[in-house]
């Protein structure tokens, strides 16, 4: 396991595709945004969390494309496919590595985020952070599963974001309604509910990708 | 051999013939209505018992789909395409039916209603679904990626409904439905409708996966 | 290891590419699979090595048939397929650790470095190999081939692209393997490279054998004759 996210890393390091693209479009979308939206800032507090996610699920498949694409330059999923490992393994390493790249563009990105929507930061930075994470491992866990799914297709541009929107729906609300939550600085038992759909939909899905990819890698 | 030379689906098609007709007779005749929602609200009727039905295709295209990558054989892979293909049918008629009977009720056509916008969701799902069977490469693997697209779509069901009806609480989840089930007298009604429903998901499935069984064949004959 | 397979059949596109395929390869042997594009040699090694799953029928190896799914059946098997099935952005060192790994090896820079140089490689072990020329991919993969001792050994088109120097290493190395009594089996379409060091010859004819023979039985110009002959 520590092999394959080697591999990953080194390979991302190698082109640093992934996270510079995801960064300059989540940018790009972010400026949209404010353009599009060009309203108060007392209603931009509260459209901003619906908005942050929208820009995290776009630049997601922007990095899942990738991410899985890769692979079959050269035939190189072939190697790890006909070898003696586990291969839900393989869908465990790219879960952590996707997770890893998307919270590095998002750091980057997330700044500006705040600066060009003139958002005031007057809420727990800590909580703040733990939905990132939570939301983004959901999102890149159902996004490698569909992915797997997707890998061979010859629409797999249009296939990851038509089938992971609808699927991922549960975890943008979530996501959404926490991040709203937190901005508001209510207390954590008000919105519990939402961190347990969150999980649940995290640990669900990464199980079944565990499960399934061994199905899916095969020809 | 077309489909209705077969005697069962012949009895099974006249069946369903039959009771559409009683069906929409007693909808539109001695159906108990509801006090607060006159003619309009009898789409409940339809609109209901269409959306379970819906569901259960759905819950099918699971079942099916687990079976397939458990035994591997490819009459699981096309009972599971036809219950998606059925499913999906109905979903869409529940996604008609929803808007007539929200607009005089609500007085809009679209509400985020929990169940309504569950059907929405799992309806684009299965759009999905059906792209990537079209366009997802060789079809012996395109069988492996749809079952797995089935099973998560269904297990999603559950979450997309909670968060949908936490979302926003301050819709009640159809207050209509509540209503109808006060009448005393609906329950034969109601009953007759699912077996109609029952029968005519039943029956498109049954086309759709000769549809499919004969196209596999054809295909085998010409290599 | 003997590498049994029965009544193989596999489809693509709906299109039957393997019809009933059934053949034994004996521990230490070298098998050569010949015949047009398309004729199934490349599916039948995908197979075998489980990256393709088995449409129906049965294969084993050394009596344990292998399932999709079950890692342990990969256990004595090597693809070395027709691409390089290596990551172009990492080095050759970098890929041939990453290969090491996933067989359990874990070996060192020097082993590693043995392996590079007995193929000479060992200059540009630390270029990315999206960088190497095809004649040097496919050495790389003969070096990947080597590191790795699988008892069964799955050869695609190992020639293409290799020069004399080339071809003159790679009949060293297996002549090392056949030492050590590797199994293997080759797909390739040089005649006369098949008739030097093959002990049995399989030809395929879409999708179905047409030829075997066994060259310890047969003499190489009968073989050469009866291969050309049924073209």
């Known amino acids: 396991m520590g ?163 609808p699927l991922a729906s549960p975890v943008v609300i979530a996501a959404t309604k926490s991040t709203v939550f937190i901005f508001e600085n209510k207390p954590f038992g008000e919105w519990r509910i939402w961190i347990l759909i969150l999980f649940t939909f995290l640990l669900t899905s990464a199980l079944l990708g565990y499960l399934f990819y061994d199905q899916i890698v095969e020809e | 051999m077309s489909f209705l030379a077969l005697r069962v689906n012949k009895i099974h098609f006249l069946l369903a013939a039959f009771l559409s007709g009683i069906n929409i007779f007693l909808i539109l005749t001695i159906a108990p209505q509801n006090q607060l ?161 029952s029968l005519l998901v039943v029956i498109s499935f049954m086309i759709r996966f000769r549809v499919h069984n004969l196209k596999k064949r054809e295909t085998h004959n010409i290599i | 290891m003997q590498v049994e397979v029965s009544g193989l059949c596999k489809s693509f596109y709906r299109q039957t590419v ?34 393709a799953s088995i449409g129906s029928g049965k294969v084993s190896i050394n009596g344990k048939e292998i399932f999709p799914g079950d890692p342990s059946s990969r256990k004595f098997s090597l693809y070395i397929g027709h691409n390089a099935s290596l990551y172009p952005s990492l080095s050759a060192l970098e890929n041939l650790f990453f290969i090491s790994g996933l067989y359990g090896l874990n070996a060192s820079v020097d082993k590693i470095d043995e392996h590079l140089r007995f193929l000479s490689l060992d200059n540009h072990r630390d270029k990315q190999i999206k960088f190497y020329s095809q004649g040097m991919l496919q050495r790389l993969k003969l070096a990947v081939a080597d590191l790795i001792p699988s008892p069964v050994l799955y050869l695609d088109e190992p020639l293409n ?19 050590v009594n590797r199994t293997m089996l080759i797909a390739t379409h040089n005649i006369d490279w098949v008739l030097g060091v093959a002990d049995r010859i399989i030809t395929l004819k879409n999708g179905q054998i047409d030829l075997d023979l066994d060259l310890k039985v047969m003499s190489k110009e009968d073989a050469g004759n009866l291969i050309t002959g049924s073209g």
């Open chain 1, 3 to 165: 092999n394959l996210i080697w591999k990953e890393l080194i390979n991302e390091w190698r082109s640093r595709e992934m996270v510079v693209s995801m960064f300059i479009f989540g940018l790009a979308v972010t400026l949209v945004f404010a353009f599009a939206f060009n309203v108060s800032p007392v209603l931009f507090r509260q459209f901003a969390p619906g908005l942050l996610w929208v820009v995290i699920l776009f630049t997601s498949v922007l990095g899942l494309n990738r991410l899985f694409s890769y692979e079959g330059d050269m035939d190189a999923h072939w190697s790890w496919i006909s070898a003696p490992i586990d291969r839900g393994l393989v869908f465990l390493s790219k879960l952590l590595v996707g997770f890893i790249f998307l919270s590095m563009a998002e750091l980057l990105f997330i700044v500006p985020f705040f600066l060009f929507l003139n958002l005031d930061v007057s809420f727990s930075i800590l909580f703040f952070l733990g939905i990132l994470i939570l939301g983004n491992s959901a999102i890149i866990s159902i996004g490698c599963l569909i992915s797997g799914l997707a890998l061979r297709a010859n629409m797999r541009e249009v296939l990851i974001p038509v089938l992971l929107f």
């Open chain 2, 37 to 197: 929602q006159p003619d309009f609200g009898n789409i409940f009727y339809i609109h209901v018992p269409v959306a379970w039905t819906a569901f259960i295709g759905y819950l099918l295209v699971m079942i099916f789909s687990i079976l397939f990558l458990w035994k591997q054989g490819q009459t699981w892979d096309h009972f599971a395409l036809a219950s998606a293909e059925a499913g999906t049918m109905f979903m869409f008629l529940v996604l008609i039916t929803g808007p007539i009977w929200a607009k005089p009720a609500w007085g809009h056509f679209w509400v985020w209603e929990p169940r309504l916008t569950t059907s929405l969701v799992l309806f684009l799902i299965f759009l999905g679904y059906f792209m990537l069977r079209e366009f997802g490469g060789n079809p012996e693997q395109v069988s492996r990626y749809a079952a797995v697209l089935g099973i998560i779509a269904f297990l999603d069901v559950p979450l997309i409904f909670l968060s949908v009806k936490l979302w926003l609480p301050e819709l009640q989840s159809h207050p209509q439905v509540g209503q109808y089930f006060e009448n005393t007298g609906i329950m034969p009604v109601l009953m007759i409708n699912y077996s109609f429903l």
């Open chain 3, 18 to 51: 393997l019809n009933k395929v059934s053949f034994t390869i004996l521990s230490g042997s070298v098998v050569c699979l010949l015949g047009p594009n398309g004729s199934g040699k490349t599916t039948i090694l995908k197979i075998l090595s489980s990256i």
């Open chain 3, 161 to 179: 692209a290799l020069d004399q120097e080339g071809a003159n290493l790679f009949n060293d190395l297996i002549i090392e393997w056949k030492k």
